[in-house]
């Protein structure tokens, strides 16, 4: 971050009572004009902030009865950006601001060149409270947001960075985001980020930004079950190219290679992969265990595998594959899917009876909801033993792109959801959930092995 440098004034202004005053001011007098509207027909209310605000504007642009002076450097250049400010409203807005022009009136600020070409917009929002930026600017706004304990604008652009991850950029920013969260300690920024990285991962392995995650970032991610891409052979092509690309440590390759699911990937892929991969023929033997396995997994059936092998553990878990599988296509299950868009429950449903009046309850569309409910059409001597785990990706279209907005994830015991789109309006046309009117929904059900007997002999 920048340094703060300051030149004492030959007078010393002292803002900080003064401005407590002028908030305590405003605020009785605004307590004190709801006290006198109270329930009278006749009271009305005259607003002149928009003007306000317009001479707000105004004196910052001319500087009239300025009484500090802010002088922005960067290291790049030996030209400074000059702001003829007013001491008020910089202490209303910022503690630093306050504190620094207690005993000075000319202050020399040094920052890097991203947050200086913003400072002009920083500053106006302290006078104006609002600002407009666009993605690449997020990172230094919350920077001098942060920087000057600006605390509001702090809150507005992460609120801004977290409800702008689908927005499309050229060269991708929400792995930027990510690393920005993690260095600030933005527990909520970095949990969205990562989400959104998740259910998304497709779109992301294919954009400039796949090659500008971090050795951690990608650990993360390939920790997870709740990937959404289309295979795990998808995960190891990017996982490859990263590789490639990077050279990390041969202890950290090796790593990154154990992380993915190879049991998960059919065995015509895995001979191709031994026989044309370069990164895999370079670490053979530290994943050469886990290839054996694989081949083994695919090669009996799963309660035959689970007598010998642990199969409590993620290795044997799928992820969430849009891909349909190509291996055993002979080993199939049918399962029914029943959804209803304001499903009513029995108590809420009209009742009818043989008097003049009809129904004795009547129901309205509003008290619906959204219901899934899926079921197995069929059992399969394949599965023995076996549960599934069902998940359904919600779409939306999001910056002209649809994007994983939601993934539900029934209990193995279950059938449904209960907090399925539980807050979604899909009655109204404008929903963010429908796409040209449609609902987008994508079910994946996939076999969990974990309720399988180990039993070794």
């Not at 569309?365 to 409910?373: H, N, S, T």
């Amino acid at each position: 971050m920048g340094r703060l440098t300051g030149a004492r004034p030959a007078a010393t202004h002292r803002w900080g009572s003064t401005a407590t005053a002028f908030l305590l001011l405003l605020l009785t007098v605004q307590a004190a004009q709801r006290a006198e509207l109270g329930g009278d027909a006749t009271a009305a209310t005259i607003n002149h902030s928009l003007t306000l605000l317009q001479r707000l504007q105004e004196l910052l642009q001319n500087g009239n009865s300025s009484d500090s002076v802010l002088r922005v450097r960067t290291a790049a250049s030996d030209e400074a950006k000059v702001f003829h400010t007013h001491q008020l409203l910089l202490s209303l807005q910022s503690e630093v601001f306050e504190g620094l022009l207690r005993n000075q009136s000319v202050l020399t600020l040094h920052e890097p060149p991203e947050t200086a070409a913003l400072f002009e917009k920083f500053i106006r929002y302290l006078y104006c409270g609002g600002v407009s930026i666009l993605l690449h600017q997020a990172i230094p706004m919350h920077q001098l947001a942060s920087k000057y304990r600006v605390w509001g604008l702090q809150r507005g652009v992460a609120d801004y960075m977290r409800s702008h991850l689908a927005s499309e950029s050229s060269q991708g920013h929400v792995v930027g985001w990510y690393h920005y969260a993690v260095r600030v300690g933005d527990a909520a920024l970095q949990e969205s980020c990562l989400q959104f990285l998740a259910w998304n991962l497709s779109a992301v392995l294919s954009s400039a930004e796949w090659a500008s995650v971090s050795v951690e970032l990608l650990l993360l991610l390939l920790e997870r079950s709740d990937l959404v891409l289309h295979s795990e052979l998808e995960l190891y092509t990017a996982v490859e190219s990263w590789l490639s690309r990077r050279q990390p440590e041969e202890a950290v390759a090796e790593r990154v290679l154990r992380a993915i699911r190879y049991p998960m990937i059919a065995p015509s892929q895995l001979f191709r992969l031994q026989a044309q991969s370069a990164v895999l023929a370079r670490h053979h033997g530290a994943v050469r265990d886990l290839l054996f396995q694989a081949f083994q997994f695919h090669a009996a059936s799963p309660l035959h595998f689970a007598k010998y092998f642990d199969v409590n553990c993620s290795m044997f878990l799928p992820r969430n594959y849009l891909a349909p599988s190509s291996h055993d296509a002979g080993k199939r299950l049918t399962w029914n899917a029943l959804f209803s868009p304001r499903w009513l429950p029995v108590s809420l449903r009209p009742v009818y009876s043989d008097s003049v009046s009809g129904a004795v309850q009547a129901a309205r569309i509003e008290d619906g909801r959204p219901r899934l409910v899926v079921t197995p059409a069929m059992s399969s001597p394949d599965f023995a033993g076996v549960s599934f785990q069902k998940t359904v990706l919600v779409g939306v279209r999001q910056q002209g792109r649809v994007l994983v907005k939601h993934a539900y994830s029934f209990h193995q015991s279950s059938d449904e959801a209960a907090d399925f789109l539980a807050h979604a309006d899909l009655q109204k046309r404008t929903s963010e959930y429908l796409i040209d009117n449609s609902l987008h929904l994508h079910i994946i059900v996939k076999p969990v092995y974990h309720s399988l007997i180990k039993a070794k002999k």
